[in-house]
């Protein structure tokens, strides 16, 4: 078994320096709880609710200041972590971005690929790609950002690449309860993998968040869940060795299901027309 975390945090807006902080913290908190792998919400270091004059005094490179002292956690505590940032391209392009780091250094940074009318995400460039599922010391792991559950197929080409887990950085505004009561759960139990979203709390500008922040097993069972108004740390002990089982047997040769087998790609073109 292994243990991961998902961080319920509540950035201060523009304060990236006093949010680098509260993550280290909280890093070093949940891996002495035991987890090896620690998830943060979407924009936790520099907050979500920007224009875009604002994130031009946030914006990270990579690597940089912070991919460097993330790592340098990393090695330290020997656990793996996953961020929500802003970060700036050679061309100036900004990035809603979740960089994930471990004792070796940088692992992977995705960059969010469904950008929805809301916040900062109004002004920035949307990534062009899914970044493939990365090989992290407790098994393989997806990473998506927000909005991007919102859709099924992103999920699902993860799963298909071999993703045991999704990691999912979030800044779910109060109005989106429909993804921590629905759309997580389905997203799980459809592909047969861990979840592990990091929502924050809060208000910024008058936007409130939602929280409920959650772990789901891979058939859609909730391991962990947190209220909608603390800071919190949630933690699972999962096997992500299950998420590699697609076959569901119910009733012995009554019902039985293979949710990847059963599939029938050929019907689907539509989807990507």
């Not at 950035?11 to 913290?25: A, G, M, T």
């Not at 799980?188 to 979840?195: P, R």
């Amino acid at each position: 078994m292994e243990r991961v975390a998902a961080v319920q945090m509540n950035p201060e807006l523009l304060q990236v320096d006093k949010n680098l902080q509260s993550i280290l913290l909280s890093f070093e908190e949940a891996v002495t709880a035991g987890a090896r792998l620690v998830v943060f919400p979407e924009c936790a270091l520099s907050g979500y609710d920007l224009s875009l004059d604002e994130a031009q005094t946030v914006v990270e490179s990579i690597p940089g200041h912070v991919s460097a002292q993330l790592s340098q956690a990393c090695q330290e505590l020997g656990a793996t972590i996953m961020v929500g940032i802003l970060e700036r391209d050679d061309s100036g392009r900004i990035f809603n971005t979740a960089l994930v780091t471990g004792p070796d250094g940088i692992i992977g940074r995705y960059r969010k690929t469904h950008l929805p009318y809301l916040g900062i995400d109004r002004f920035l460039t949307s990534g062009e790609e899914l970044l493939p599922p990365l090989e992290t010391p407790i098994g393989r792991a997806g990473t998506l950002i927000c909005y991007d559950l919102r859709f099924p197929e992103p999920c699902r080409a993860l799963a298909l690449m071999g993703a045991q887990i999704v990691l999912i950085s979030t800044a779910w505004p109060s109005a989106a309860t429909l993804y921590p009561d629905f759309v997580a759960q389905t997203r799980a139990a459809e592909n047969g993998i861990f979840l592990v979203a990091a929502n924050r709390i809060g208000e910024e500008r008058g936007a409130r968040y939602l929280g409920h922040s959650l772990i789901i097993g891979p058939d859609g069972e909730i391991l962990a869940q947190a209220g909608g108004e603390e800071e919190t740390i949630l933690y699972a002990d999962i096997d992500p060795s299950l998420s590699d089982q697609k076959r569901r047997v119910f009733l012995a040769g009554e019902y039985e299901l293979d949710i990847f087998n059963d599939r029938r790609p050929k019907l689907y073109g539509e989807i990507v027309r």
